[in-house]
């Protein structure tokens, strides 16, 4: 009690003392750029001796698209801090994104005399030369700058696209495939290498590299229209390009005497084979068998309908309405119009589902899955099979924990992970959940929790579900909202901040680093150096967490760009995109759009991230620079970003990092995300 009095009493004083300074980054922050730049250029006036107002006036000026003002700024800036090569740098970028080729230059050669390793700096050079046509010459400050960021996915992005640009396909390719290596998830790098691979007329790799944007962005609409053109042309069958994850004998884990014994839990309803929005995908045809037999069951009546014997595979297809089952040899065995219970035949048991080409779903068409407890099949509607896990918590949890974290993490983290897992898992069946008119309490993807089943088990991630058995964070005695995201880019933010979050006392904003050490106080020129950099944080954590995960680039013509946001809003050729308000971690969340016909402005996170490009961004924590020729015209699209999710709850990057790096155990690193919670052990156990 005395605690969370000091906590209300400290936020109380913290916001006090924030309005006393109600100036220029609050305005910032809220999005009213051009005042916040004067008040900025207010206080440089009185601060003759510093630069620093000046900078913070250039980055609000600039954020808000006058990119000449802000050069100006900069320029002033440097009479005051003569030898400071970001400026230089910065003051490069301004004027190569208007074109200014020869001032761009005479800029980031001036940064790089001053610091002879400047990664931005080289990375402005190389991109003067690039647009200037000076092939050697871009090549050779590319160079330099993949030294500089060897991890950084964007390196080898940006080398692609400039051996592209030089119509040098064979060395794109590899810079594209470098790229892919350190982020698989890049999209942006995807297309491009699924393009070169067809134009060279290697169908069958084009089509495989289209599938795997699939993987990525389910759905994709340029990658699915792809695989269709390239379908005809293939040279092998699907299956043989992309094999199948096959489950080829019984998973056997490391003996865990605690697993057998744990005690019997709540069942609880999974969904298996959702789609982003955690509606289940379209299951035409299901194949099915188990190594320990199966027991098919009407739900309704009890009727025992047939027993499968182990290993034998049978097929559940959608057919007018009706689930119907056929046996081995294709031998109608039922049609069924309500639910079926596919249960193994001994405790413990699992039931396989066979992976497929003719299956529709790409979940269950593309792997093997495997699933404890026991599943649910029904007609659904003209989408299909419905297919639904059911399954005691502890049991599911063993298969969700390292679907959503590395079961190599530290160890203290993934017990972390198994405790909020567990506590969503109450609160989804406490409510009903947003999956209530479907039939179950959580989908199996993002949407929820990702659950891959049996398959993806792993002994440390089992072991950390068990030594946290029953355990739940709470808040005044009640469920947390554990929120969690992938990684906050060095930043958690606020959920009171998001349209639609909620305002939570424990879901609050702070800097990812060590509880320790002091946070330091952040403008818009400090964080823009912060998030064009490769700062310290929990979640910076090379070796353990992609580098790709905590800062991303991509760069986006103005076609492209145009035709993406009139799909969505019809504003016609776009002129200017402005990030407004962003939350005191830097997360965008009011983004203007002014296009020729219109403008519009958008507030929901997802929006913000869907809009941007050909696949979405990892996050809102962004920043958009604009390159345009020396008319005005757009020509392309910057994005620097960082981390990768909502940023709100949880840093599972982050708690890697906490229990890695500095040895603290899942309570702290629970304490860490979401002060003023506590763990308890919640007694939804079934004593035997
Ligand atoms: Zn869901
Ligand atoms: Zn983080």
Known sequence: MRRVYLILLFSLFQSRAAQAAAGPYELYLKGDLLQAASAYAALAAERPDQAKPLLNAAAALKQAGRYHDAATYLVRALERDPHNPDIYSELGWLRFHQADYAGARSAFEAAIRVQALHARAELGLASVYANLEDKPLALEHLDKYRQLRPDFAGVDYILAWNYMNFKMHREAEEALIEALRKDPSFTEARLPLAGIYARQGKFNEAWNQYYR???????????SKMMKVLEGKLTKQPEEIRPPFKITKPLVMEPLDALENLSD?????????????????????????????????????????????????????????????????GMVYGRFTGTLQLKPARKNGSIIFEASAKIKNPWFRGADRQYRGYIELSPNGTRGIKAVNVIESELYLLGVVPSEVAP?????????????????????????????????????????????????EANTTSRAVVDTEGEILTYHGRPAYTFFHSNCGGWIQASKEVTGWGDSPYLVTKADVHPDKPEEPMDPWDWHLWLTGNPAANCNYPGRVRASEYRWMKIIRQKDMTFRINKDYSVGEIIDIVPLRRSPSGNVNTLRVVGKKKTVTVTREHLIRNLLGFSSLKSTLFEIEINRFKNGHVRNYWIYGGGWGHAIGLCQSGAAGLAGKYDLDYKAIMEFYFPGTSVRHIKYVKKK
């Open 213 to 223: 944007v699939l993987d990525y962005a389910p759905g994709h609409p340029i990658a």
């Open 265 to 329: 839990s709540v069942k609880i309803r999974v969904g298996i084979g959702t789609g982003v929005t955690g509606k289940q995908g379209a299951n035409n045809l299901l194949l099915f068998r188990s190594y320990e037999g199966i027991t098919v069951t009407g739900k309704a009546s009890g009727k025992n309908f047939a027993n499968i014997p182990p290993d034998q595979i049978w097929y559940a297809l959608y057919e007018g309405g009706a689930v119907v089952l056929k046996d081995p040899k």
């Open 408 to 456: 190599q993490w530290p160890y203290e983290s993934l017990k972390a992970q198994a405790v909020i897992a567990r506590t969503q898992v109450l609160i989804r069946r406490a409510r009903g959940g947003q999956h209530k008119k479907e039939g179950y309490h959580l989908c199996d993807g993002q949407h929820c929790q990702a659950y891959k089943g049996k398959s993806n």
